[in-house]
């Protein structure tokens, strides 16, 4: 089983960019399918986007309007997470997850970081 560790979360402003990192040890990181999720004060979980072990297929939310884009490396066992136009709503705790199935559903994640929070102010 793989280990994540999410960092990179701050305080930023409305409208600023941040990439997020998950850094992954003790496995074959490439064998993982991973996501990106958030869960926001009092709301549920929400899947943001996930990436294939290779990095061949990708998918985003659609709420995400475009704003969010997921990659990884895999030489360095590590995977980003790019938001821009952060906006207030945005403000939650942000974390990656490794699945062998390459799935939207957060039950079907087998690892999780301890996460990482972002806050957006207005």
């Known amino acids: 089983q793989v280990q994540l560790v999410e960092s990179g979360g701050r305080l930023v402003q409305a409208g600023d960019s941040l990439t997020l990192s998950c850094a992954a040890s003790g496995g074959t990181f490439s064998l993982f399918d991973l996501g990106w999720f958030r869960q926001a004060p009092g709301a549920e979980r929400e899947h943001l986007a996930r990436?294939?072990?290779?990095?061949?297929?990708?998918d985003y939310n659609p709420s995400l309007r475009g704003r969010f884009t997921i990659s990884r490396d895999n030489a360095k066992s590590i995977s980003y997470l790019k938001m821009s136009s952060l906006q207030p709503e945005d403000t939650a705790v942000y974390y990656c997850a490794a699945s062998l199935v390459y799935t939207a559903i957060e039950s079907q994640y087998e690892s999780w970081g301890q996460g990482t929070q972002v806050t957006v102010s207005s």
């Open positions: 990436i294939s072990g290779g990095g061949g297929r990708i």
